[in-house]
């Protein structure tokens, strides 16, 4: 049974253009949260999805930022006109009922 | 605001050495403690979850327990290979969100 797919596991944007971060959960599980840890920081809830639906997106940015989880196909944690400050590692996890959580290896993006 | 206190940041043992680690945490009604290790570059790895206090939970040489206001992460006779960092998690019962609030974890060095 595969854990959490995460791709790309590196990502290199310019200023200004969008990243597209991936995530496909694990066989059977239909819970999806999305974190993000900066450099010498804690990880940091950024939204909670179920299928066609978000169910918390509290921890989200207002402006650049949007999370989907289709009915078909992976997640998607979408950041447009990305800045410096977006570098970090983001993190994927899924569960198969709200509680235990399984984390992917992770997508480290970095703006340059 | 629900809060998750780690310590101590970093802690050196030589093999053998047994020691703890600290989470104290403040949260409106706990659902859940939550204890991950993160080796460099990759996702947390789920150890253990606790619900009420005076739990304990054990794996290997890790050791967890659960008191009202903190949890302690027990490691006896640790080896090298239990280097990492150790980070916890609470989640609340109340408001109807499944995020987890994590620490900034205290990273273990164990040395030879």
Known sequence: ?112 | EDQVTQSPEALRLQEGESSSLNCSYTVSGLRGLFWYRQDPGKGPEFLFTLYSAGEEKEKERLKATLTKKESFLHITAPKPEDSATYLCAVQAAQGGSEKLVFGKGTKLTVNP
Not at chain 1, 45 to 65: A, C, H, T, W
């Open chain 1, 1 to 112: 049974n595969a854990g959490v797919m995460q791709n790309p596991r590196h990502l290199v944007r310019r200023r200004g253009q969008e990243a597209r971060l991936r995530c496909s959960p694990m066989k059977g599980h239909s819970h999806v949260y999305w974190y993000r840890q900066l450099p010498e920081e804690g990880l940091k809830f950024m939204v909670y999805l179920q299928k066609e639906n978000i169910i918390d997106e509290s921890g989200m940015p207002k402006e650049r930022f949007s999370a989907e989880f289709p009915k078909e196909g992976p997640s998607i944690l979408r950041i447009q006109q990305v800045v410096r400050g977006d570098s970090a590692a983001y993190f994927c996890a899924s569960s198969p009922d709200p509680g235990q959580m399984q984390f992917g290896p992770g997508t480290r993006l970095t703006v340059t």
